[in-house]
């Protein structure tokens, strides 16, 4: 079974700090993504990285990083957070054109 | 502007009836579609899907059914089980280029639909 994790369920933090979500997977997936979800908007991709140090602005990169360094693992960095950010932040990976199979989400909330 | 549109925000119906869920697009080109369903606290997972070549793929109780001269396609759930409760997405995938030229499958996914079956 393919496994994604992300770093944390739920997250509170503070207007203007540094927060770093991770994902890692278990599969060897060379692609792997951050969305956003949010009522009435769906899935919003916000980065994308098809391989290792490789990265690819999605649909709304505004306001946040990414880091691939390693095949396994896809860091999402918000450099200062602002409350517009609360979210639930869904990972993903896949090979080449599979499906795409989902972590369970970490629920970030900006104060 | 959103490719792709689910207009139901929510839908519910009896145990053991037809759930019926629906989903719009705008861009012809999209080469393929699909379902995720997603439990609450829980990432979205894949349900099925359809080549934009084909107008119905089935699996188990899961019909999706493409219209390409409507942009339209629908999920068929029968009989509705009371475990089918979930927000059920619809996505579009389309061949895109990134900066550097290389091919990828570029996901386009509908608001979602909260379906509720009740007992």
């Known amino acids: 079974d393919v496994k994604v994790t992300q770093s944390s369920r739920y997250l509170v933090k503070r207007t203007g700090e540094k927060v770093f979500l991770e994902c890692v997977q278990d599969?060897?997936?060379?692609?792997m993504f951050w969305y956003r979800q949010d009522p009435g908007l769906g899935l919003r991709l916000i980065y994308f990285s098809y391989d290792v140090k490789m990265k690819e602005k999605g649909d709304i990169p505004e306001g946040y990083s990414v880091s691939r360094e390693k095949k396994e693992r896809f860091s999402l960095i918000l450099e200062s957070a602002s409350t517009n950010q609360t979210s639930m932040y869904l990972c993903a990976s896949r090979l080449a054109t599979d499906t795409q199979y989902f972590g369970p989400g970490t629920r970030l909330t900006v104060l | 502007d959103q490719q792709v549109k689910q207009n139901s925000p929510s839908l519910s119906v009896q145990e053991g009836r037809i759930s019926i869920l629906n989903c719009d697009y705008t861009?012809?080109?999209?080469?393929?579609f699909l379902w995720y369903k997603k439990y609450p606290a829980e990432g979205p997972t894949f349900l099925i899907s359809?080549?934009?070549?084909?107008d119905k793929n089935e699996d188990g109780r899961f019909t999706v059914f493409l219209n390409k001269s409507a942009k339209h396609l629908s999920l068929h759930i029968v009989p509705s089980q009371p475990g089918d409760s979930a927000v059920y997405f619809c996505a579009a995938i389309t061949m895109s280029r990134d900066s550097q030229k290389t091919s990828y499958d570029k996901v386009i996914f509908g608001p979602g639909t909260s379906l509720s079956v009740i007992p």
């Open positions: 359809i080549s934009s070549i084909k």
């Open positions: 861009n012809s080109m999209f080469d393929y």
């Open positions: 599969m060897d997936h060379e692609n």
